[in-house]
């Protein structure tokens, strides 16, 4: 039995549902520590700062998926009408890198967005590509797919959440600051 499973069975046990521990850690996200929305002037920007870095996470997170959907679809491409050719990588560089390949019709081609997948690629290298036939200017490193934007992808939106988390756990503790200083006011 994993973690998973067993976590959510002590849920079943505690008569909480999976909805309600969602329910309650997005009302906590939103509106703070106490999960109840504050009407002080100050509760009300903090609320609206939470809202700003969730919607900004949530954004980057989007992106990220599709970064790893566009390398798919267009693997999907090549894979449909493949055409393998030997092509010398003319400029290299870390997210990019300009090729040349030829064709079996004798036609050389200079994808003007590079090579997918450039990564350990250096100047004057010899190497073998994958096209798309009816689109030349797609091409590939051979043996290379989307499964190599999964991590950056991922790590890309572990990070984006890790810092949202630090600024709503921080965001909770300025709440936390302003409403008892509000508290010792009010006594005074």
């Known amino acids: 039995m ?11 046990l505690a008569g909480i549902s999976a909805a309600g521990v969602v329910l ?84 050389t081609y200079r994808p003007e967005l590079g090579v997918l997948y450039p990564s350990e690629l250096d100047t004057g290298m010899r190497i073998y590509v994958e096209y798309d036939r009816d689109d030349p200017n797609l091409v590939r490193v051979q043996h290379r797919d989307a499964r190599l934007a999964i991590i950056p992808a991922g790590s890309i939106i572990l990070l984006a959440w890790l810092v949202a988390g630090a600024l709503l756990i921080g965001l909770a503790v300025l709440e936390i600051r302003l409403d008892h200083r509000r508290a010792v006011n009010a006594v005074r």
């Open 2 to 12: 994993s973690w998973l499973s067993r976590f959510g069975a002590v849920l079943r």
């Open 24 to 107: 309650a850690l997005w009302a906590v996200m939103l509106h703070g520590p106490g999960g109840q929305v504050s009407h002080t002037r100050s509760g009300r920007i903090i609320r609206r700062v939470r809202i700003g870095v969730l919607i900004a996470t949530a954004l980057i997170t989007v992106q990220a998926v599709l970064l790893v959907a566009g390398a798919w679809r267009n693997d999907k491409q090549i894979e449909g009408n493949m055409g393998v050719a030997a092509a010398e990588v003319l400029d290299a560089g870390p997210r990019r890198s300009t090729i040349a390949f030829v064709t079996p019709d004798r036609v």
